[in-house]
Each structure stands twice: as structure tokens, then as C-alpha cells.
């Protein structure tokens, strides 16, 4: 049996990780402040850290069996609550690690997923916390029965019942499918939404979580999205139009994390559809983390990994008011030469990164004229579907309309077909 808790305090816990070869202690150690800081954002309390250097893993325990009883007699010391892996373990690992301890064991994947499902607040990010939990819990479901498992038999039955386990993973599959159905579904109201913005140059903030998208966006459109020094605090994507151009709307996303649950990328995939239907990204870094570079590598592989890496990008390099005045961050900070160095919290450097965003949304709009012959006026209503109509001009036989929009939208209308003449003014 687990010890009770009282539920009205923090729970306590021990962080539990393993070093293996080729892992550098910078590394390792900002990983596991990391994890503290999931923690803590999880409302538990860091009591210590247990740390062990191995060559390989070991297949029960993920720690040695020697380490596992110093861990029990930790525990017993400091009345620990819940032992965090900074590591996926495997079922039989989570299994094993509490019998021997008699505490609760999670590890790195679980309590994402529970921070998750503790700041979700719209049905949309509900559903896709709940998603990623159920396929999370699916492989992991035979160590919960391990101690329960039975099978029923006897009259009026055709051999064998089902064991508990087996009843479980099917309702587990069967509400896996019913979730995906109504985010398919959620989807597509999404798409049908953001079909009214496509007149519009859309920019996405990305970046890894607890850089300041959030403070940046409020600055950049007069909103008041949560801020908070917490991992996570922007689940669902939020879209405003920017304050400074009436033709863009911005939009902020997750933040990304090292080692974040592929289940939570997946469910979360009609969330982060933002960012593969933006016009430009911006890749907001916190340039007073020494580990920024890394951050930046973990951020790029999630856009690889959304058909995104190469959408039209700039690099903003936020916090510079966090540097001492020696920090060389200038020089050799990015191979791309779209960036800015901003502070969004003092507004230092954001003149400069609005005429930059200026600039991006001027050059991808464009004008042109469309030459309708007047028994072809019945196409003119369609026009709207490819930018906005500025100027019209009837005359005895043929009708001039000036469009603006995106230049890619405009050139599907000069390449429609030989009803209209169209060029680019």
C-alpha cells in the first residue's frame, strides 16, 4: 500500500536521474532543473535529488537495485509522496520501483500529461489532454492488474471470460477512437474558422516554453493572454490582429520542452495546424539561457517534424535585459540572417521588429487589375474569395476591378482560367 497524504499540503518529491555515456554535465544538469521546475509548476514540493552515472539501464529497475534501496530509505526519511524519473519507464520498471519503495513512482511523460490536464481549460485542449493520457496509460495498464487479474468462467459462458485487463485496454481503445473522431471534428471547425483569415498575413509565435511569446504577443496586440513564470501556461493557440497592421493577425502556441510526451505532440497536432498554415514564424529565444542553442535545435526538430522548418522565419532573441554587459550574444548567435534582439518585457528592440514584420507583410501583399467583359459580370462576386476589392470601374463594355491581396492568392487568379485578364500593378 502507498502512504496517505494529506492532500491539503504539497505533495513531497524525489527526483530520480540517470546519466549515461555521451550525456555532458551541462546537459544533464539543466534537464534535471528542468524537471524540478515541472515539479514545482505541478504544485509539488522538491524534497532532494538522486542521481546515478551508468553505462546502461537496468531493465527492472531503470536505476541499480542498490540505488533503489537508498531511494526506499530516503523516502522513509523525508516521508516522501511521489518519486519523479526524468525518463520514460517502462510498466514493469514503474511496478517494480513501487513495490520496492512503497511510494508512488511517475516519471517525465506522466507528469507533463498531468500539468497538462491540470491547465487545459477549452473543450478543445481537454480533449486533446485527455488523448494523449489514454495512449499514454494503454501500454501501461498491465502493471495496474497485475495483482488483480482473474478470469471468469462457468455456466452459460463459451470458455474463458475476459480478464479486467483485457476489459480495460478495449474501453481505453474504444474512447481513443471516440477522442480522435471529435478532434477530427474540432478540426475541421478550426479549418472553416481560419478560412475567414486567409485575406490576412498570419504570423505564429514559437519557441520553447518560458521564453516570453506570451508577454511579446500582449505587447504586440493589446492583449492580456496569462503571463506566468510557469512551464506551460499557453496551451490553446490565441490569434489577435497585430495592433500596428491592420493586415496580419498574430498568434501564440504551446511552448515546447526537452523530452516532450510524442503523445502530446500528436494530440496537440490541430493546435500546432497553426503554425503550418502561417505566413511567417517568430522564433522567440531566450538569449540569457546558457543552454539557448540547445532550445533552439529541440524547437526546429518539432517544426521539422510539422513540415514546417522551412516556412519564412525570424529569429527574436528575447531577455536581452537579463545579460550581464559582457555577453558576447551578438556575434555568431544564428546562422540566419532574419533576426532581432529584443527585450519584450522593457520593449527594447521592438521598433526595430515591427518595421521588420512591416516589411514581410508588405512584400507578400499585392495589387492587381482585373479586366471582366460585362456579360461575364456574374464572376464578379467571386473575386472576393481572392483578396479584397478596392476600386471598381464599369464602363460600355468591359469592368475594371482592383484587388489587393497575397501574392500567392492573386496568382492562382491570373492562372484561373480565359474568363478574366488579370495583371499584377
Known amino acids: 500500500m502507498y502512504q496517505t497524504q494529506d492532500f491539503k499540503r504539497k505533495e513531497k518529491a524525489l527526483l530520480v536521474g540517470v546519466k549515461l555515456p555521451g550525456v555532458d554535465d551541462f546537459t544533464f544538469g539543466d534537464s534535471l532543473a528542468e524537471l524540478k521546475l515541472l515539479a514545482e509548476t505541478a504544485g509539488a514540493e522538491v524534497a532532494g535529488v538522486v542521481v546515478q552515472d551508468r553505462k546502461k539501464l ?64 477549452t473543450k478543445e485542449a481537454k480533449t486533446q489532454v485527455a488523448l494523449a493520457q489514454l495512449k499514454y496509460l494503454l501500454p501501461r495498464l498491465a502493471g495496474r492488474w497485475k495483482h488483480l487479474s482473474r478470469q471468469y468462467g462457468g455456466i452459460g459462458t463459451k470458455g474463458p471470460g475476459e480478464t479486467q485487463l483485457e476489459v480495460d485496454r478495449r474501453q481505453t481503445r474504444k474512447r481513443i477512437a471516440d477522442l480522435e473522431k471529435l478532434l477530427v471534428k474540432m478540426d475541421h471547425e478550426r479549418k472553416i474558422q481560419s478560412k475567414n483569415r486567409e485575406k490576412l498575413f498570419k504570423i505564429c509565435l514559437v519557441g520553447y516554453t518560458n521564453v516570453g511569446k506570451s508577454t511579446l504577443f500582449n505587447r504586440l496586440t493589446q492583449a492580456d493572454v496569462s503571463v506566468e513564470k510557469k512551464l506551460f501556461s499557453t496551451l490553446d493557440s490565441t ?7 491592420k493586415n496580419a493577425v ?19 497536432r490541430s493546435t500546432l495546424g497553426e503554425v503550418r498554415s502561417a505566413d511567417l514564424l517568430l522564433h522567440v529565444v531566450d538569449i540569457s539561457h546558457p543552454d539557448f542553442r540547445k532550445q533552439i535545435e529541440k524547437v526546429n526538430q518539432v517544426l521539422f517534424d510539422l513540415d514546417s522548418k522551412e516556412k519564412p522565419t525570424l529569429m ?10 559582457n555577453s558576447p550574444y551578438v556575434e555568431n548567435s544564428t ?21 521588420m514584420l512591416n516589411k514581410h507583410v508588405s512584400e507578400d501583399l499585392a495589387e492587381g487589375v482585373v479586366v471582366l467583359e460585362n456579360s461575364k459580370l456574374g464572376f464578379l462576386p467571386s473575386l472576393y474569395r481572392f483578396g479584397t476589392v478596392t476600386e ?14 497575397k501574392r500567392w492568392s492573386l496568382k492562382r487568379l491570373q492562372n484561373l482560367d480565359g474568363r478574366i485578364k488579370f495583371r499584377f500593378l
Open 316 to 325: 527574436v532573441f528575447n531577455k536581452i535585459d537579463k545579460l550581464d554587459g
Open 239 to 245: 490569434t489577435r490582429l497585430l495592433g500596428f497592421c
Open 58 to 121: 537496468n531493465p527492472a529497475f531503470f536505476i541499480g537495485k542498490g540505488k533503489v534501496e537508498k531511494i526506499k530509505k530516503i523516502c522513509e526519511n523525508e516521508k516522501i509522496d511521489v518519486i519523479i524519473f526524468d525518463d520514460d519507464l517502462s510498466p514493469a520498471q514503474i511496478y517494480n520501483t513501487e513495490d520496492k519503495t512503497d511510494v508512488k513512482v511517475i516519471d517525465r511523460s506522466c507528469l507533463i500529461l498531468d500539468i497538462f490536464a491540470k491547465r487545459a481549460e
Open 335 to 355: 546562422d540566419d540572417s532574419d533576426f532581432v534582439f529584443i527585450s519584450a518585457e522593457k520593449g527594447e528592440g521592438i521598433e526595430e521588429m515591427t518595421g
Open 392 to 405: 471598381q470601374s464599369f464602363g460600355k463594355r468591359k469592368t475594371l476591378v482592383k484587388i489587393r491581396g
Open 250 to 268: 498574430l498568434t501564440d502556441t504551446i511552448g515546447f520542452i526537452r523530452k516532450l510526451p510524442h503523445h502530446l505532440i500528436a494530440s496537440f
